[in-house]
């Protein structure tokens, strides 16, 4: 069973910056892909950024130039750089990762952005 603890989400300035960070622990297989959704108040889930093991990064348009997913291998953990924020990226983030073939999901951190 993997456990994932994400961490700085919170209140930001519109234009403003904050990094996500989400650390993976548990489990007898290792870490796969990793990486980011988010859930707006009453909309659907969204992808907001996946990145493998490898380095391969996937990213929503509507944070490409804005948002960057890195991750630390040695750390299981997997981050995300939210640059340029705007109102519209207001939402609960979810960190996910998947590791011996079962998907796992954080509890989310709330960002809310504010002009």
């Known amino acids: 069973q993997v456990h994932l603890v994400e961490s700085g989400g919170g209140p930001v300035q519109a234009g403003g910056s904050l990094r996500l960070s989400c650390v993976a622990s548990?489990?007898?297989?290792?870490?796969?892909?990793m990486g980011w959704y988010r859930q707006p108040q009453g909309k659907q889930r969204e992808l907001v950024a996946t990145i493998s093991r490898a380095g391969v990064k996937n990213d929503n348009d509507s944070v490409k130039g804005r948002f960057t997913i890195s991750r630390d291998n040695a750390k299981n953990t997997v981050f995300l750089q939210m640059d340029s924020l705007k109102a519209e990226d207001t939402a609960v983030y979810y960190c996910?990762?998947?590791?011996?073939?079962?998907?796992?999901w954080g509890q989310g951190t709330q960002v809310t952005v504010f002009s």
């Open positions: 996910v990762t998947y590791s011996g073939g079962l998907e796992y």
């Open positions: 548990g489990g007898i297989f290792s870490i796969g892909t």
